[in-house]
């Protein structure tokens, strides 16, 4: 070997070794760049974490929005709540807590079968009703078997002790990754509110990256009940996990009195 070479090689090795370790710190940088709702990764700088979060920024019809009855369009849409008691997994996934169901319970809508994946919960609201948020929102997403998806959202207000949620407090993960799988029963109808025929409805989009649109929107008008114990019980495992409102650039609200 030429002592050319040789100092080639010897060189290239110490710049490899003093820029390894500056290449994997930015490995794991990246790694632990993860959306949240304050910091350095808030809603408003979503888009820039990954090209596939683009529409969190660029998209037209995102959610959550503020509802307004006087500007809506009147609808009426038949339901058929086809929602079993069946065993479910609860999952702390870091941004929520996340109810999952397993196959067989179904949001009719007009005769459309959307099958319910999952549930979770948001506090304050994400959406709000004449510029008022609640103390919080349930999403039920559901979707079909030609992957449209349709969420209903039920308000959570402070008042009485919710007895169905109560339940489930001893299962819910309080660390993030958590996953409990315990075949808790769940009758997901009483966690919707008696009266179910009034509502709004809007086409908008995930309120969590990706952002992804094209989401049917079904918000109940009716809350239901959680006391303050049961909100302030969930703030200790998150604060505050709700987007902003976006601009409903020209979007039309229906409204079902
Ligand atoms: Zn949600």
């Known amino acids: 070997?030429?002592?050319k070479l040789n100092l080639y090689l010897k060189l290239t090795l110490i710049i490899m070794g003093a820029f390894t370790p500056f290449y994997l710190c930015l490995a794991e940088e990246n790694d632990s760049r993860h959306w949240d709702y304050g910091g350095t990764w808030n809603p408003t700088r979503w888009s820039e974490l990954k090209p596939e979060y683009a529409l969190c920024q660029q998209g037209r019809n995102q959610s959550p929005i503020n509802l307004?009855?006087?500007?809506?369009?009147?609808?009426?849409?038949?339901?058929e709540f086809k929602y079993r008691s069946i065993p479910v997994a609860i999952l702390?996934?870091?941004?929520?807590?996340?109810?999952?169901?397993?196959?067989?319970?179904?949001?009719?809508?007009?005769?459309?079968?959307?099958e319910l994946q999952q549930l979770h919960f948001h506090t304050p609201s994400e959406h709000t009703v004449m510029g008022k948020a609640s103390a919080g929102e349930l999403h039920l997403v559901h979707k079909t078997r030609d992957g449209k998806t349709a969420v209903l959202l039920v308000f959570l207000i402070e008042g009485k002790y919710n007895r169905v949620l109560g339940t489930l407090r001893e299962y819910i993960p309080r660390e993030k990754g958590e996953n409990q799988i315990k075949g808790v029963g769940l009758d997901v109808n009483e966690l919707l509110p008696a009266?179910?025929?009034?509502?709004?409805?809007?086409?908008?989009?995930?309120?969590t990256p990706p952002c992804t649109e094209g989401v049917n929107w079904y918000v109940m008008t009716a809350p239901i009940e959680v006391s303050s114990e049961q909100i302030e019980n969930f703030r200790q495992i998150y604060q505050v996990n709700a987007r902003p409102i976006q601009p409903l650039n020209g979007r039309v609200i229906y409204f079902k009195e």
């Not at 109810?99 to 459309?112: A, Q, W």
């Open 92 to 114: 702390n996934n870091g941004h929520t807590i996340e109810i999952e169901f397993k196959p067989g319970s179904y949001l009719l809508i007009d005769g459309n079968e959307y």
């Open 68 to 79: 307004v009855p006087h500007n809506a369009k009147p609808i009426s849409v038949s339901w």
């Open 195 to 207: 009266q179910r025929d009034s509502y709004y409805h809007y086409t908008g989009s995930l309120t």
């Open 1 to 3: 070997m030429s002592w």
